[in-house]
């Protein structure tokens, strides 16, 4: 079985500095991690995924996350935030077993 | 264009009638999928689809129905049974279930009252 635990439901930044959203996994398998974000009222778009390939991977709209098996983190990252990143984000880890499950949400506020 | 939609946006039914969601793609997909999402939280499952004719409950089944008669079509029936069906609900397809990405349509809000 796999869960996911994303470390923080609320992070405020300001425009122009960087953005971290913290995500932790546990999967019995070698997983797959994925990262989406939502905008209010619409569906999930993919920012970015991690399928055992290069642990650093780079997203749509400059977002990045890294990899770390022995931390079983998932991190994501923007070096300047825009106010155009205001969002809700969900890490989702993918297992062996065909069950993908979504963290509780994170929800970014960019503040001018 | 290649995505998934579903339909209506906003629906509202009044308490003890059912009510049937939409959701179409034409990604050529074999697995479909239904959450419910409610404030504060994340995704739930509901049922999932790995190919016509074949579905299975997720996690929230109950008070739901789905069909998956033709590849592109996958809808979802909230019944009476439900006890608390106003929500957000997402459809969400992928090629193939397991380590493949899910796109997710743009969601139908219901209100039931």
């Known amino acids: 079985a796999q869960s996911v635990t994303q470390l923080d439901s609320h992070v405020s930044v300001s425009e122009g500095t960087p953005v971290l959203l913290r995500c932790n996994y546990s999967?019995?398998?070698?997983?797959?991690l994925f990262w989406y974000v939502q905008h209010p009222n619409k569906g999930l778009q993919l920012l970015l995924k991690y399928t055992s390939a290069a642990t650093l991977v780079k997203g749509i709209n400059g977002f990045e996350a890294e990899f770390k098996k022995s931390e079983t983190s998932f991190h994501l990252t923007k070096p300047s935030a825009h106010m155009s990143d205001a969002a809700e984000y969900f890490c989702?880890?993918?297992?062996?077993?065909?069950?993908?499950?979504f963290g509780a949400g994170t929800r970014l506020t960019v503040k001018p | 264009d290649g995505g998934i939609t579903q339909s209506p946006k906003y629906l509202f039914r009044k308490e003890g009638q059912n009510v049937t969601l939409s959701c179409e793609q034409n990604?050529?997909?074999?697995?479909m999928y239904w959450y419910r999402q409610d404030p504060g939280q994340g995704l739930r499952l509901i049922y999932y689809?790995?190919?016509?004719?074949?579905?299975q409950k997720g996690d929230i089944a109950e008070g739901y129905s789905v069909s998956r008669e033709k590849k592109e079509s996958f809808p979802l029936t909230v019944t009476s049974a439900q006890k608390n069906p106003t929500a957000f609900y997402l459809c969400?397809?992928?090629?193939?279930?397991?380590?493949?990405?899910?796109?997710f349509g743009p969601g139908t809000r219901l209100t039931v009252t």
């Open positions: 999967s019995s398998y070698s997983p797959s």
């Open positions: 990604l050529n997909h074999d697995a």
């Open positions: 989702v880890v993918s297992g062996g077993n065909n069950d993908m499950r």
């Open positions: 689809s790995q190919i016509v004719n074949d579905f």
């Open positions: 969400a397809s992928s090629s193939r279930r397991g380590l493949y990405e899910q796109y």
